[in-house]
């Protein structure tokens, strides 16, 4: 965290924690209340924030954006204020373009924290604006500027949320851009992620998946190519990793799922799916992500042949015979056996390749080797 934030904050009377290896958000607590924290304690004051490594990945998308965009092209938008941490490190990165900052202010202390946000960046001299009110609705209200070329999405974390959140600022979007959004894999948001990547592919932004943030960050970038290259190489997806849990915290600890088996996709490798319903959602982040590595969608049904789903076609099952895939995913829980004996039927060479292997749980974990 940048020593001036740190050092703002100390003058309003907050010790600034900057976490540690088993505490991992930084936060904020008022000086008389601090007291030395306990293995994977949080502040005791509401206000944890975004952790050292979110910080680091800031400044790279902050570094990204100054070469993409000039100064007065780029101008930022925080959707979730708290006491501010995200906001001024923004601000301080991205200066001495503005920032406006919506916060609802309905957990505790969150007016404090708005209040709070304006006088630090009056100390740092920054332009913070922060405007009371629940996204999307009142960012009207919010926003002094029609384009961003930054978003921090950061506010309600549940499924729903996110889409709206990204429906209300997806008018909002400079040409050259980032939309930062936090906490999906740690809140369980991949659904809504997904559903968010799908409105935003036609709108030219890819996305990405930060698999090495704490709270499984994800990223929407449009025509920034010197983050965009980085993101390729280094991010095979949010549970590319750890398939049960995101951030190595106890908070506590979800249900265990069972062991799944695990595909990695290598360079130049294709790969296609048996069953073309519902179950193939499970594999939309990997199939939105890299569309050249997909094969094919292969279904029974002849209603859906012909058509696609996450941009890719659905075939007819019978040309799994003369598929060029090099392994085959099994996307029909239901009817696991059944596709298993038709892949060996109409293409035996590929059985040894086929997903998840006998005994092991669905839905398999798809991953691709990271570009070059």
């Given at each position: 965290?940048?020593?001036?934030?740190?050092?703002?904050y100390?003058?309003?009377?907050?010790?600034?924690?900057?976490?540690?290896?088993?505490?991992?958000?930084?936060?904020?607590?008022?000086?008389?209340?601090?007291?030395?924290r306990?293995?994977?304690?949080?502040?005791?004051?509401?206000?944890?924030?975004?952790?050292?490594?979110?910080?680091?990945?800031?400044?790279?998308?902050?570094d990204?954006?100054?070469?993409?965009?000039?100064?007065?092209?780029?101008?930022?938008?925080?959707?979730?204020?708290?006491?501010?941490?995200?906001?001024?490190?923004?601000?301080?990165?991205?200066?001495?373009?503005?920032?406006?900052?919506?916060?609802a202010?309905?957990?505790?202390?969150?007016?404090?924290?708005?209040?709070?946000?304006?006088?630090?960046?009056?100390?740092?001299?920054?332009?913070?604006?922060?405007?009371?009110?629940?996204?999307?609705?009142?960012?009207?209200?919010?926003?002094?500027?029609?384009?961003?070329?930054?978003?921090?999405?950061?506010?309600?974390?549940?499924?729903?949320?996110?889409?709206k959140?990204?429906?209300?600022?997806?008018?909002?979007?400079?040409?050259?851009?980032?939309?930062?959004?936090?906490?999906?894999?740690?809140?369980?948001?991949?659904?809504?992620?997904?559903?968010?990547r799908?409105?935003?592919?036609?709108?030219?932004?890819?996305?990405?998946?930060?698999?090495?943030?704490?709270?499984?960050?994800?990223?929407?970038?449009?025509?920034?190519?010197?983050?965009?290259?980085?993101?390729?190489?280094?991010?095979?997806?949010l549970?590319a990793?750890?398939?049960?849990?995101?951030?190595?915290?106890?908070?506590p600890?979800?249900?265990?799922?069972?062991?799944?088996?695990?595909?990695?996709?290598?360079?130049?490798?294709?790969?296609?799916f048996?069953?073309?319903?519902?179950?193939?959602?499970?594999?939309?982040?990997?199939?939105?992500?890299?569309?050249?590595?997909?094969?094919?969608?292969?279904?029974?049904?002849?209603?859906?042949?012909?058509?696609?789903?996450?941009?890719?076609?659905?075939?007819?099952?019978?040309?799994?015979?003369?598929?060029?895939?090099?392994?085959?995913?099994?996307?029909?829980?239901?009817?696991?056996?059944?596709?298993?004996?038709?892949?060996?039927?109409l293409?035996?060479?590929?059985?040894?390749?086929?997903?998840?292997?006998?005994?092991?749980?669905?839905?398999?974990?798809?991953?691709?080797?990271?570009?070059?």
């Open positions: 965290m940048l020593p001036s934030i740190i050092d703002a100390s003058k309003e009377n907050f010790v600034f924690e900057l976490g540690s290896p088993s505490i991992l958000w930084t936060g904020l607590t008022p000086r008389e209340d601090w007291q030395p306990w293995r994977y304690d949080t502040p005791s004051y509401r206000q944890i924030a975004i952790s050292i490594r979110d910080a680091w990945f800031f400044m790279l998308v902050a990204a954006l100054k070469q993409a965009n000039t100064p007065s092209q780029n101008k930022s938008l925080i959707i979730g204020n708290s006491f501010g941490i995200s906001t001024m490190l923004v601000a301080e990165l991205m200066k001495p373009s503005p920032v406006d900052a919506i916060d202010e309905t957990s505790m202390g969150s007016d404090e924290g708005s209040q709070l946000t304006r006088r630090v960046a009056k100390r740092l001299g920054l332009d913070v604006q922060v405007t009371k009110g629940f996204s999307p609705q009142d960012l009207d209200s919010a926003c002094r500027h029609d384009k961003y070329s930054l978003i921090f999405v950061d506010g309600e974390h549940t499924n729903e949320q996110i889409v959140d990204f429906i209300g600022i997806k008018d909002r979007l400079a040409e050259n851009c980032i939309i930062f959004f936090h906490d999906v894999g740690l809140r369980d948001m991949d659904e809504g992620w997904l559903k968010v799908q409105l935003a592919q036609p709108l030219g932004l890819t996305g990405y998946d930060m698999s090495a943030t704490d709270s499984g960050s994800t990223l929407l970038v449009r025509n920034v190519p010197a983050l965009e290259k980085m993101l390729k190489q280094s991010c095979p997806g549970r990793f750890n398939d049960t849990y995101h951030a190595g915290i106890a908070l600890l979800p249900p265990l799922r069972p062991d799944t088996d695990t595909l990695v996709v290598r360079e130049n490798k294709k790969v296609a048996f069953g073309a319903g519902n179950d193939l959602t499970h594999y939309a982040h990997f199939i939105l992500s890299h569309p050249d590595s997909i094969e094919a969608i292969y279904d029974d049904d002849p209603t859906k042949i012909g058509a696609s789903r996450f941009g890719i076609e659905i075939k007819p099952t019978s040309q799994i015979e003369t598929t060029s895939a090099d392994s085959i995913v099994i996307s029909t829980h239901s009817y696991l056996n059944q596709a298993r004996a038709k892949i060996n039927t293409a035996p060479q590929l059985i040894a390749h086929t997903y998840p292997r006998d005994g092991l749980a669905v839905p398999t974990r798809v991953v691709k080797t990271p570009n070059m």
